[in-house]
């Protein structure tokens, strides 16, 4: 039922969701180990979802301009596998904050611009099918990413699951970068 431009988007966006998933949870411990409280913490993650909500709403009227939204969704892809790189530089609070207002912007530009672009390819037949397979399929993989995320934090390192992450995010944006030329 998906074409090859939903099928693009759905394999690069579940390749996503498994780097992605690995942290989870796991950021509160790794915020604590870098010197966070509570607190902050909390402005960290505030620092995420206030820099997204703002730029969500700035990259959805450029995505209709002349930028595109397939650009701005591989930006946003690359930038998110940037800035997980950039955990691994994170040696206090007030780095983690700019890491997750980095995060927070490459959700922005890549996650509404990725629905835009699944909804235009899709089957209108099979819409809710394919919008379920997509929802259903990335948390599940999430899921799974969580348990392998905290096996490789236990046996290995913080540092180890950021490498993994980036990697795989990064393999994802080149996947998803193959809507540029299609």
Do not use: C
Request: aromatic share 14%.
């Amino acid at each position: 039922m998906l074409n090859k431009y939903t099928k693009l988007l759905f394999y690069g966006n579940i390749i996503w969701y498994l780097g992605e998933g690995m942290l989870g949870p796991l950021f509160a411990v790794f915020a604590g180990k870098v010197g966070g409280d509570v607190l902050e913490i909390s402005w960290a993650w505030a620092a995420y979802l206030l820099v997204m909500g703002f730029v969500i709403i700035v990259a959805g009227k450029l995505s209709d301009g002349t930028l595109g939204k397939e650009r701005l969704m591989v930006a946003g892809f690359a930038m998110n596998a940037t800035f997980t790189f950039g955990y691994l530089l994170v040696s206090s609070p007030l780095h983690l904050l700019f890491v997750q207002a980095g995060l927070g912007v490459a959700t922005a530009l890549a996650m509404p611009t990725w629905e835009a672009l699944y909804s235009k390819h899709q089957d209108r037949k099979h819409a809710g099918f394919e919008w379920g397979l997509a929802e259903g399929a990335g948390n599940m993989l999430m899921g799974l990413a969580i348990i392998v995320g905290g096996l490789v934090v236990t046996y290995f390192s913080f540092t180890a699951l950021f490498l993994i992450m980036g990697t795989i995010q990064t393999i994802a944006t080149i996947y998803q970068s193959q809507i540029l030329w299609k």
